[in-house]
């Protein structure tokens, strides 16, 4: 996965006004809890970032899931 199809799923899931905010201030505990953003910047790959999304919010992502 490319890090432009993750934030078009973090998008999709949670919407435009949500998902920047989103990717930087929520915290995720299957990423050590660190935010997308800094996942991203510490070198997870784009799919366990996606996948630890899923996890955490599995109605908001049920339709993009995988």
């Known amino acids: 996965m490319r890090i432009s199809d993750l934030r078009e799923r973090i998008t ?3 919407g435009d006004s949500w998902a920047a905010s989103f990717s930087s201030d ?3 505990s299957e990423l050590g809890s660190k935010s997308v953003n800094e996942a991203l910047a ?6 366990v970032i996606w996948k630890a999304v ?3 919010h599995p109605t908001e992502t049920e339709k993009y899931k995988y």
Request: glycine share 6%; aromatic share 14%; charged share 20%.
């Open 42 to 47: 510490a070198g997870f790959e784009p799919d």
């Open 12 to 14: 999709l899931s949670f």
């Open 26 to 28: 929520i915290a995720l």
């Open 54 to 56: 899923c996890k955490a």
